[in-house]
């Protein structure tokens, strides 16, 4: 009977099925329409690292394309297949054409939901950012207004008691004209001091640098500078970039010392300034600069190590990276994973909406459609065939020509600014111990690669194969910090803790990078690293089997490799972490099965 209602079911047109599901449920209930209308197998599938990765078949459980008889591509990505039909006329070969076409719709109708929603979020924080920025401004032009009135009129009044005193002295008895003018020319001095911290003179026709190095030669401590900042930048950019580094020189070199104060410039997607003074400063001093420059986009970062003073000074030339980070909607959609993780943002969203808290969620709801990021640090040149980070498909490539130190990293564990939220860095420089711990340590996880091991396009890949769970899992671990705001008994708290600890593509990273760092299965590293989808996170890059392997040989790897997961597990040599690595991955090989 089965086989006669497989033979006699024509399905419906494609379009009778869109006007009936919802978008949500669209791709399934076309994939499963076509099937029932060519009697046979159908697979919808999109491109992957070795071979096209199933997103919908009909029936479940198909996981390659093995056997196709035909293919039409989907228009936004992918192609539809047709395995064994047994009815494959010319009506069939029309269906299989419109399911094609209306699959494409249906992509298009998940990308511009998914764009709507981005430009809401993005909106609504662009909003609280102009209300933030002019209350922060309000506050540093009525300190400046405060600063350079105390400066003037404190100096003047000061200097010109003196001027007057002296003159007294001069007219009652003859003497003390030489000190009036001494005193006089002092007021003068001091004078054209305040006013080159208003408008320096060669900032407009030489550029910062000049204008640093001429306020340097009257400062009583030496300054070397090194580095370059490059072709010339906009007024309002190098204005604001010459005040905060100023600021920060007039107080590590405001006093006499032997030691000079080291001044290094560098320019990449913004202006740097990084000075470091021998000796005890009082950094604390610089409280208003960093609130001015962070008011026109950028930061001042203060540190005491080992007894030397360092400042930074970074003024980016625009406030957002120029190039598209977003991630394709489509495919982050094919997750399970990210879909339940976006959900329970969605529900924090609602649960704080009207309160302080919701901008902290937006965040996270934004961050979560963003495509995985890759710092490649130390290029100064093309390598391994990387030229553009365009060439690099869902994923958003830095290259950053910047020594690997623990200040760098510090910036790609940010959660924002234009090198945050960092989820892989390749190295061409030796990176420095604290670089390395940094990241080790980071509550958000960063995959460290050596480019002597790997390349761009490698790391790019697999960053890119695991895109909707690397994101997935960054919010989930955003999101354990914010449900501890929300009240001791709300559900989110539960909800996001059980979803962190259960879910099964999180502890495959972790177990992962554990064998990374040689901490598990040491012996059977390369073979644990392969199934837990190290060489690919298709089932037959899992099992090292050939692109076109039938499905039954795929269970039939797997059935095995299960068995000799748990023989390992039952070694006596085996310890109780490796026992626990060994069970996941015979889960990770049980869901192959499935």
């Keep these: 009977m089965r086989a006669l209602r497989r033979l006699t079911s024509r399905g419906r047109p494609p379009y009778e099925v869109a006007a009936d599901v919802s978008p949500a449920r669209l791709a399934a209930a076309l994939v499963r329409n076509l099937a029932d209308s060519v009697a046979g197998q159908v697979v919808y599938a999109v491109p992957g690292e070795r071979a096209p990765a199933v997103v919908e078949s009909w029936p479940p459980g198909i996981t390659g394309i093995a056997g196709a008889v035909a293919e039409a591509r989907v228009r936004g990505g992918g192609s539809v297949y047709v395995i064994a039909p047994d009815r494959w006329d010319d009506e069939a070969q029309d269906r299989h054409r419109d399911t094609a076409a209306w699959l494409g719709m249906a992509v298009r109708l998940v990308r511009l ?31 400046e207004r405060q600063r350079l009135a105390g400066a003037v009129t404190t100096t003047t009044l000061r200097d010109l008691g003196e001027v007057r005193r002296w003159l007294r002295v001069a007219a009652d008895d003859g003497t003390g004209l030489s000190e009036a003018q001494d ?128 400042v930074t000074v970074r003024l980016p030339e625009r406030i957002e990276p120029p190039m598209s980070t977003h991630a394709d909607p489509a495919e982050l959609e094919r997750s399970t994973t990210y879909r339940q993780v976006r959900e329970l943002v969605r529900q924090g969203q609602e649960a704080t909406d009207g309160t302080a808290e919701r901008a902290a969620w937006d965040a996270v709801a934004e961050r979560l459609t963003m495509a995985p990021r890759l710092a490649v640090v130390g290029c100064t040149e093309r390598i391994d065939g990387f030229d553009d980070p365009a060439d690099v498909r869902g994923v958003a490539v830095l290259a950053i020509d910047a020594q690997p130190d623990r200040a760098l990293a510090e910036e790609f564990l940010a959660d924002d600014g234009p090198r945050g939220g960092v989820d892989a860095v390749l190295c061409v420089a030796t990176p420095a111990p604290e670089f390395r711990r940094a990241l080790r340590d980071a509550r958000h996880r960063v995959v460290l690669a050596d480019a002597g091991t790997s390349t761009v396009q490698a790391v790019a890949a697999a960053l890119a194969a695991r895109g909707p769970v690397i994101a997935a899992k960054r919010a989930v671990v955003s999101m354990a910090e914010l449900v501890r705001r929300l009240p001791s008994g709300h559900r989110l708290r539960w909800a996001v803790e059980r979803v962190r600890v259960d879910t099964h593509e999180f502890a495959e990273l972790e177990l992962l990078d554990a064998i990374a760092r040689g901490e598990l299965l040491r012996g059977v590293a390369g073979a644990a690293a392969r199934v837990l989808g190290a060489e690919g996170i298709d089932p037959r890059s899992r099992l090292d089997l050939p692109v076109d392997a039938p499905d039954s040989a795929v269970g039939a790897a797997a059935a095995a490799a299960v068995g000799r997961w748990r023989a390992h597990a039952e070694h006596p040599a085996v310890g109780g972490r490796d026992r626990a690595a060994c069970e996941l991955l015979v889960r990770t090989l049980e869901g192959l099965l499935s």
């Design 113 to 143: 939901d998914a764009d709507h929603e981005a430009a809401e979020l993005r909106a609504r924080r662009l909003v609280g950012e102009l209300n933030i920025a002019r209350t922060r401004l309000a506050v540093v032009r009525d300190l």
């Design 183 to 310: 005193t006089l020319d002092e007021l003068i001095d001091s004078f054209r001091v305040v006013v080159r911290g208003v408008f320096p003179a060669m900032l407009p026709d030489s550029g910062p640098r000049a204008a640093l190095e001429e306020l340097a030669a009257t400062l009583p401590r030496p300054v070397v500078f090194t580095g370059e900042l490059g072709l010339r930048a906009g007024w309002q950019l190098e204005s604001g970039f010459y005040h905060a580094v100023a600021a920060a020189l007039n107080l590590v070199a405001g006093a006499e010392s032997a030691q000079p104060v080291t001044v290094t410039f560098a320019r990449d997607d913004a202006l740097r300034a990084r000075l470091s003074a021998p000796g005890d400063v009082e950094l604390g001093t610089l409280r208003q600069d960093m609130e001015r420059i962070a008011v026109l986009g950028g930061e001042m970062r203060c540190s005491l190590v080992d007894g030397v003073a360092h």
